[in-house]
């Protein structure tokens, strides 16, 4: 982090959703080591969060994990009043909480699947953001970005992922949306865009027989990404610490695209 002064997020406090692997455990472990308090969601692996705490806490400063379903409201709202009244307030938000879930033909996705894609991606920011933004507003400070993915640009066209496509798109549109609503709040919302990133969320993933196995789907799209490789998870977690840091202070309504050239 070049770009970020050593304590850049001291006295800040951070939430993190799906903050346990992948994306969201790098971005936690750098908002801690640059000072912040944070907070991450989960939806199952007790273990992988008792493990990421025991990493947070050595930093020195508070954190806590709290499990629950993303896109139940009473379960998220629940969450963000934790890392508010134990915190004191909030001050970043990361909406990383989403995936593919399936990848299916557009005929073969049946209404309950297309509902589960988009609650994941979407009603799941949705919510974090609903409970988590008055307390922003009222301190008349804040930062929240959302992780969305390049086939919010391409549809999800040729690997089965259109639901999740259109899903991103609508985060896209709502960060855009919420941020020239509230350009002048003090509170700032952007976006990264991510391409082909090096997590276990890949083989999480289901797979129809048209697109092969997840190694298939990794190797031909490294193979197109002009870097010719996937990102890893702390390069896009640098891009999301900055825009939530200050030195980002004159960018909201921003989709950034962390794609190795895509």
Same mark, same amino acid.
């Given at each position: ?25 790098? /971005? ?7 000072? #912040?308090?944070?907070? *991450? ?23 806590? =994990? ?6 139940? =409201? ?25 995936? *593919? ?7 073969? /996705? ?32 804040? &930062? ?7 086939? &919010?640009?391409?549809?999800? #066209? ?29 509170? $700032?919302?952007? =976006? %990264?865009? *991510? ?33 010719? $490789? ?13 825009? #939530? ?9 921003? %989709? ?7």
């Amino acid at each position: 982090m070049t770009l970020l002064r050593d304590g850049e997020f001291d006295g800040r406090r951070a939430m993190i959703t799906g903050g346990t692997s992948g994306i969201g455990r790098a /971005c936690a472990l750098q908002f801690a080591r640059l000072g #912040a308090d944070v907070l *991450v969601t989960y939806s199952r692996d007790d273990e992988a969060a008792a493990g990421l705490l025991t990493e947070l806490n050595g930093f020195g400063h508070r954190a806590r =994990a709290v499990r629950g379903d993303a896109t139940d =409201a009473r379960a998220v709202e629940s969450a963000v009043q934790v890392g508010i009244s134990e915190f004191g307030g909030l001050d970043v938000l990361v909406n990383n909480v989403g995936g *593919v879930i399936k990848r299916v033909p557009f005929l073969e /996705c049946g209404e309950e699947l297309w509902d589960q894609i988009q609650a994941f991606n979407l009603r799941s920011a949705y919510l974090a953001t609903r409970f988590a933004l008055p307390a922003m507003l009222e301190q008349k400070r804040g &930062a929240i970005v959302n992780v969305s993915a390049f086939a &919010a640009r391409n549809g999800g #066209a040729g690997n089965g992922s259109i639901p999740y496509g259109v899903a991103k798109a609508g985060l896209e549109a709502m960060t855009i949306g919420l941020a020239r609503e509230n350009a002048d709040t003090g509170v $700032r919302i952007n =976006a %990264v865009q *991510v391409g082909l990133v090096d997590t276990p969320l890949h083989e999480k993933t289901e797979y129809h027989p048209k697109y092969g196995t997840a190694a298939d789907f990794r190797s031909k799209v490294a193979l197109n990404t002009p870097m010719h $490789r996937a990102a890893r998870a702390d390069e896009v977690a640098d891009a999301i610490v900055y825009l #939530a840091s200050e030195a980002a202070s004159y960018i909201t309504g921003a %989709v950034l695209a962390v794609t190795g050239g895509l």
